[in-house]
């Protein structure tokens, strides 16, 4: 069974860094693709960056790719995943999800939410002036 929780969000001033974690248990077999979206009040959920977990490359929305950075580590049976989020903005408060879905390869844009059956509950980061 496949879980995704993630942890890190805070509120923080504009200008400020972040990490987000996200602790996935049930990925040990198999081949899987992860990442990480966000979603604001009132707009659609958008990926921001992810990886094979099977030596692919990250991948990141063009808008996000100076300032997040996404790296990962594993440990026994589980992996983290981590974004961090530098010089934050006021429109990047978001609720933050992190995902997970197995590799298919001809899967199509794995910056899409459809790219992923599993989801954490989510963490808040609100960054304020």
């Known amino acids: 069974q496949v879980q995704l929780v993630e942890s890190g969000g805070n509120s923080v001033q504009a200008g400020g860094s972040l990490r987000l974690s996200c602790l996935a248990s049930?990925?040990?077999?198999?081949?899987?693709?992860m990442g990480w979206f966000r979603q604001a009040p009132g707009k659609e959920r958008e990926g921001i960056a992810a990886i094979r977990l099977n030596g692919g490359n990250t991948i990141y929305a063009d808008s996000m790719k100076e300032r997040f950075t996404l790296f990962r580590a594993r440990d026994n049976s589980k992996i983290m995943l981590y974004l961090q989020m530098n010089t934050l903005q006021l429109e990047d408060s978001a609720m933050y999800y992190c995902a997970a879905g197995p590799f298919r390869p001809a899967g199509g844009s794995l910056l899409l939410p459809g790219a992923y059956p599993y989801w954490g509950q989510g963490t808040q980061v609100t960054v304020s002036s």
């Open positions: 049930g990925l040990t077999y198999g081949d899987y693709n």
